[in-house]
């Protein structure tokens, strides 16, 4: 059974996100099929894992990650939208907390707690907003609605010292393009948590994708470096 030799601290974390890259969002219908699916990502290669509130058991199911996988896994929490389930999850063990907008309770019992908060943002006046309360790593949602990749570029004009993890629409197939447009990390969910996949006991195809996931972020990665060197 893992467990935690020290205090992880907010510097920490996001140095683990920046590594990966990839912030895998398990949404699941039973506290079963979150479980399999978080043992199929790590399978896969990624060491981090985001359970949302929606998942039946959510804090006891952070509690089990943190538990069973220790310093292994990167555990955080998703749709976090009151101050009450922060205080909740932060309780559990999560590391790190994910809103799908921006709320300021939240930003601060994080803060209080020493632990990250990446709050979701769409519009340059919410990213203004956040960052008059210091927190400049933002989860840009739903991404893939608004333009993706063309739109996570633009935003990287008027805001160069902002970290952007676009989430909604994100899958293998355009991960290069938002690596390419500057995004610090990625928001995967359903593309990866293919919940038909585990209803049918089928982890290995949720396994394979993180694989694959996993290399094209390190790829894309690559040759955005080779990229910049002539620019």
């Known amino acids: 059974m893992g467990a935690r030799s020290e205090t992880v601290t907010v510097a920490d974390t996001l140095r683990r996100i920046e590594q990966i890259g990839i912030v895998p969002v398990v949404r699941a219908g039973s506290f079963d099929e979150a479980r399999r699916a978080v043992d199929a990502i790590h399978a896969g290669g990624i060491p981090i894992i985001e359970i ?3 998942v039946p058991g959510a804090p006891a199911m952070i509690r089990e990650i943190v538990q069973q996988y220790g310093e292994k896994v990167l555990t955080g929490a998703g749709t976090v939208v009151n101050a ?6 932060l309780d ?3 590391e790190f907390l994910v809103s799908p907008g921006l709320s300021v309770p939240v930003l601060r019992a994080a803060a209080a707690r020493g632990k990250l908060a990446i709050p979701g943002v769409l519009t340059p006046s919410e990213i203004m907003r956040a960052l008059e309360e210091g927190i400049n790593l933002l989860k840009i949602f739903p991404c893939g609605s608004v333009g993706g990749a063309k739109y ?3 935003l990287r004009g ?8 676009p989430t909604g629409g994100v899958s293998l197939n355009n991960a290069a393009e938002y690596i390419s447009a500057g995004a610090f990390a990625l928001g995967v969910g359903a593309e990866l948590v293919d919940l038909a996949a585990l209803r049918r006991n089928d982890s290995k195809k949720i396994a394979d994708a993180a694989k694959a996931l996993m290399e094209a972020v390190r790829d894309a990665r690559k040759q955005r470096a080779e990229e910049s060197k002539f620019s």
């Open 52 to 54: 949302t509130m929606t």
């Open 84 to 89: 009450a389930q922060a205080e909740m999850c």
């Open 92 to 94: 559990a063990g999560a």
């Open 152 to 154: 996570l570029k633009s």
């Open 158 to 165: 008027p805001f160069p010292d902002c970290s952007f993890i």
